[in-house]
């Protein structure tokens, strides 16, 4: 069936460096990508969305590039800040049905 | 425009015991989840439902757990009896339409349940 990937957390880095979050997935058509976010004590929110091949997301410094020759979605931010400290979910939308993966914690240290 | 609202925002009940569980979607949203997200775990789709008819019940324990939306705005999500298992977040989205592609789903804060 359809399923996301994640790279394991967490991740831990310092103020203003680079993130990359790995994501891949497995799906039988073409489905939509999603990136949500979900802070301490909040609920999930969608950060950024891309519907077809070479499509490229983007919100609040982040993006990810939709690449179905490597089946990935990998989420990318040139300068983390303290604030981004999150738990972060790819996510895929085929049909009616919206398949997370596991999830990846983010600390960003001062 | 206000979210999705969700009640009681905590409950800690003893196995066995029954529980339920509120959501009022955003407005005008035809489309509401139910997900179980367990503590490490990405949310798991339970039961969609289309303005007050179920599309997709598939991952939904029906021996224990049952769901309604009357009148096609607020929904109840209700487990009976609990088991320890049970124990998890329990998410609440909707949005305007379920079939396309870009479409945005809206999640409300969530209820944690423990089950002792």
């Known amino acids: 069936g359809d399923s996301v990937t994640q790279m394991e957390g967490p991740v831990t880095l310092s103020e203003e460096a680079f993130l990359t979050i790995n994501c891949t997935y497995t799906a039988t058509g073409y489905p939509s990508l999603f990136w949500y976010v979900q802070y301490p004590g909040e609920g999930l929110q969608l950060l950024l969305k891309?519907?077809?091949?070479?499509d490229k997301g983007s919100n609040k410094g982040f993006e990810a590039t939709y690449r179905k020759e490597t089946t990935s979605f990998h989420l990318e931010k040139g300068s983390v800040q303290v604030s981004d400290s999150a738990v972060y979910f790819c996510?895929?939308?085929?049909?009616?049905?919206?398949?997370f993966g596991a999830g990846t914690i983010l600390r960003v240290k001062s | 425009e206000a979210g999705v609202a969700q009640s009681p925002r905590y409950k800690i009940i003893e196995k066995r015991q029954s529980v339920a569980f509120w959501c009022n979607p955003i407005?005008?949203?035809?489309?509401l989840y139910w997900y179980q997200q367990i503590l490490g775990q990405g949310p798991k789709l339970l039961i969609q439902?289309?303005?007050?008819?179920?599309?997709?019940d598939s991952q939904l324990p029906k021996d224990r757990f049952s769901a309604e939306r009357l009148k096609g705005v607020d929904s109840t999500l209700k487990i009976q009896p609990a088991k320890l298992e049970d124990s998890a977040v329990y998410l609440c989205?909707?949005?305007?339409?379920?079939?396309?592609?870009?479409?945005?789903?809206?999640f409300g804060p969530g209820t944690r349940l423990t089950v002792l």
């Open positions: 891309a519907t077809k091949a070479d």
């Open positions: 989205a909707s949005s305007f339409i379920r079939s396309e592609r870009s479409d945005t789903q809206y």
């Open positions: 407005s005008g949203h035809a489309t």
């Open positions: 996510a895929l939308k085929y049909g009616n049905k919206l398949v």
């Open positions: 439902f289309q303005n007050n008819g179920v599309v997709d």
